[in-house]
């Protein structure tokens, strides 16, 4: 199956990504110092563009979790005592840390993930972008005026941190991920204790390295492991106020089990199956550029990749010509290859097989592949960017989460059915409209099922506006002054000042 269109750029004389001296402590981060685990089990840090071993981490216990869990809970009321302007000004300080190391960053995030130096550089630029939002918006937080709204008793609204924050991060945006749960969890005053995803902790593990120093210890701490053990310890701690991920829906579910025996706050962020609806009087050039990046960005592993096209029938062949055109034109290799690569690997082979197996089932299901279609061949877990057509209704590629570079083409006839097919999905994170009629725009945006929709464009992200989806993909709000709100509690204190 493997595809003879497309090849992997190499990169076998370019310098190395990182050294040695580019890794951070490859321990586990608690009450301010590195440390060893409990155990002297070890998880091996894969390369995806070559399939080499880059570091060892330790492998996190429940009793690494228990103790990370202790510092928090110190450190919690110390931090939360802290006005709006201090922890402004910390937060803004590891700004600063950060984008001072924005290329080292970016550099270990590719040698880690292996998506290409573009992505990466965004990532730590979105970093930086999101602790500085948090810096401001916590300064500037509203709520309902202070008044008498029963006689002779005053109300007085009181926003409060929930206390311990336990957050579990996904592998394909290690950095970026962290960063929009670590900023408004610290913002609102809580202290946290993050696992980062086995395959990817590097740059997590670097991040604690540059800001130690910024932050009193115990309000961040960061144990690696796998979500069936140090993650499952961290759902269920008791002393865990409340617990936000960002990961699979099979992972979501098995933290909302272990949260509700503590009735803790549960925030999930579980992925996406984007509808990019393409009406008739759609601009098709514009809407087929867009998808080269929409579908594509960080290899298609984006919770909101721009992967399920539904095209009015009518323009389907001009457009399906013109996105082929795009996708076939893409640049995959490794990270170091260049900086105009494009598309990267697979995560891991465990994902690379989860993808190819989506693409070969589809095969034998009858859809044809206009580009792209499998494995590419030599080291590394890369796959062609993809674009399957003749997809019919209730096709599985077209219905679930593949996340890898793979766009699916189904065509429509009218409004209608486009709304119902678009909706026809368990997910309910992204979507877009593509058409010029602004009546049109309005209507079907709002019968859309899906957090965020566009009009026009794709995957387009700002720190002021929230990030979260429906139905399957979960609840709870990243970005925005949305997110300081999960993580803090409304208390009203009423005074009787009657005489």
Known sequence: MTTTHTTVRRAPDAPALITDGDLPPLRHFVDGKFLDGSTDALIDVVDPSTENVVARVP??????????????????????????????????????????????????????????????????????????????????????????????????????????????????????????????????????????????????????????????????????????????????????????????????????????????????????????????????????????????????QECGAACRVLVHESVAERFVEQLVGEVSDLVVGEPGAGEDVEVGPMVSKAHFDRVTGYLERAAKDGVRVATGGGPLDGPGYFVAPTVLVDVPEGAEVAREEVFGPVVTVETFADEEEAVRRANDVPLGLSASVWTENARRSHAIAARLDFGTVWVNSHLVLAGEVPWGGFKGSGYGRDLSIYALDDYSRTKHVMHNHGR
């Open 59 to 300: 492998e996190g216990t429940a009793e690494d979790i228990d103790l990370a869990v202790a510092a928090a809970v110190r450190a919690k009321a110390g931090w939360a005592r802290l006005v709006p302007k201090a922890r402004s000004e910390v937060l803004h300080a590891v700004a600063d840390r950060v984008a001072e190391h924005a290329e080292p960053l970016a550099r270990l995030e590719s040698a880690n993930t292996g998506k290409p130096l573009a992505v990466s550089r965004d990532d730590v630029g979105m970093t930086v972008d999101t602790f500085r939002f948090m810096a401001g918006a916590v300064r500037a937080t509203t709520s309902m005026a202070a008044g008498d709204y029963a006689e002779d008793h005053l109300s007085v609204i009181l926003r409060e941190p929930l206390g311990v924050i336990g957050v579990i991060t996904p592998w394909n945006y290690p950095l970026l991920m962290a960063a929009w749960k670590i900023a408004p969890v610290l913002a609102a005053g809580n202290t946290l204790v993050l696992k980062p995803s086995e395959q990817t902790p590097l740059t997590t593990l670097k991040f604690a390295e540059l800001v130690a120093d910024l932050l009193p210890p115990g309000v961040l701490n960061i144990v690696n492991g796998y979500g069936g053990t140090a993650g499952a310890r961290l759902a269920e701690h008791p002393d865990v106020n409340m617990i936000a991920l960002t990961g699979s829906v099979h992972g979501g579910r098995a933290v909302a089990r272990a949260a509700a025996e503590s009735l803790k706050r549960v925030h999930l962020e579980l992925g996406g199956k984007a509808p990019v609806l393409v009406f008739e009087d759609a601009d098709l050039t514009a809407a087929a550029s867009a998808l080269r990046v929409a579908g594509f960005w960080n290899s298609g």
